[in-house]
């Protein structure tokens, strides 16, 4: 059973574009949602989190929106570029920091 | 301030063979998470250590055992190697709070021929 889908699986947009991923999960006792950040060869590193009471949550050109009634929450990343390339994924947990991920989405930003 | 360091950084093995992952948490956290990354999947849960016992499990089998130190490193080990076992291995530290950052290692390429 997958707890946490993501979607789109691959993404291409244009340097300076915006990138919107999105993520939908069934667990309502998960109360952390981080996004990962992953290079080629790297482990992930956390880009941003929030917790479900906020709705939106900025951090420079991140920001992730949360629908808690939909469970449901995006990353948005605002004015992409080539260096934003990467796999990223949502993630979710309750607890003691145990994550359940999604299945990532590769992200191209073509100059 | 070192982060998550894992050893060693890639690993060929024979099906049938065992193997042994290492480990060191970043500087502070007592709790340590396994996960195996698919290529093109996203990291799958298979255990947490935490004041050296193993606290939670993923949907793993047996053949995957850990242990965790009382300096908090802890190692990851697989019995009876399989071809689907080839994955991405990381390790993460904590704190022991729910909900807190969790840091990723670089992880452990293990490929078995």
């Known amino acids: 059973q997958q707890q946490v889908k993501q979607s789109p699986q691959s993404l291409i947009v244009q340097k300076g574009g915006i990138s919107i991923i999105n993520c939908a999960y069934e667990?309502?006792?998960?109360?952390?949602f981080p996004w990962y950040q992953q290079f080629p060869g790297k482990g992930p590193a956390l880009l941003i989190a929030?917790?479900?009471?906020?709705s939106e949550k900025k951090e420079g050109r991140f920001t992730i929106s949360f629908n808690k009634s939909a469970k449901q929450f995006s990353l948005h990343i605002m004015d992409s570029q080539p260096g934003d390339s990467a796999t990223y994924f949502c993630?979710?947990?309750?607890?003691?920091?145990?994550?359940?991920f999604g299945k990532g989405t590769m992200l191209l930003v073509s100059p | 301030d070192a982060g998550v360091t894992q050893s060693p950084t890639h690993l060929i093995k024979t099906r049938g063979q065992q193997v042994t992952l290492r480990c060191s948490p970043k500087?502070?956290?007592?709790?340590v998470s396994w996960y195996q990354q698919a290529l093109g999947q996203g990291p799958q849960f298979i255990f947490q250590?935490?004041?050296?016992?193993?606290?939670q499990r993923g949907n793993f089998p047996d053949r995957f055992s850990g242990h965790q130190f009382p300096n908090y490193s802890s190692e990851l080990n697989v019995n009876a190697l399989l071809l689907g076992d080839s994955a991405l291995y990381l390790c993460?530290?904590?704190?022991?709070?729910?909900?807190?950052?969790?840091?990723f290692g670089q992880g452990t390429r293990l490929t078995v021929v």
């Open positions: 500087s502070g956290h007592d709790t």
């Open positions: 250590y935490y004041e050296e016992e193993e606290r």
């Open positions: 993460a530290s904590s704190l022991p709070q729910g909900g807190t950052e969790a840091f």
């Open positions: 929030i917790r479900p009471d906020v």
């Open positions: 667990n309502t006792a998960f109360d952390y």
């Open positions: 993630a979710a947990s309750k607890g003691y920091s145990t994550l359940t």
